[in-house]
């Protein structure tokens, strides 16, 4: 059973940085292209970044510059470094797995706020 489990969310201030780490078990995880999406309070849930098995990564333009996707293959996890970041980045962040099906984790809270 694939599981994902997200943490590092929290509090901080506009312009602040926050990195969320995402370790996946019960897959082969270099196999996996690892992402984040994120919802915020009554929108609905958007991409924010993925990498492939390869390494190839993708942004949203809103976060483009200021976010980055990364993954550890040794440790099985993927990370989020979020900088300069904005209130309108508040949100529950979500990672996923993805190789023959998509497993989610529960969410992290990231709420930038002064």
């Known amino acids: 059973q694939v599981q994902v489990v997200e943490s590092g969310g929290g509090l901080v201030q506009p312009g602040g940085s926050l990195r969320l780490s995402c370790v996946v078990s019960?897959?082969?995880?270099?196999?996996?292209?690892m992402g984040w999406y994120r919802q915020a309070p009554g929108k609905q849930r958007e991409s924010v970044a993925t990498i492939t098995p390869a390494g190839g990564t993708n942004y949203a333009d809103s976060v483009n510059g200021r976010f980055t996707v990364s993954r550890d293959n040794a440790k099985n996890t993927a990370y989020l470094q979020m900088n300069s970041l904005k209130p309108e980045d508040t949100a529950v962040y979500y990672c996923?797995?993805?190789?023959?099906?998509?497993?989610w984790g529960q969410g992290t809270q990231v709420t930038v706020s002064s």
């Open positions: 019960g897959t082969i995880f270099r196999f996996n292209v």
């Open positions: 996923f797995a993805r190789a023959a099906k998509t497993t």
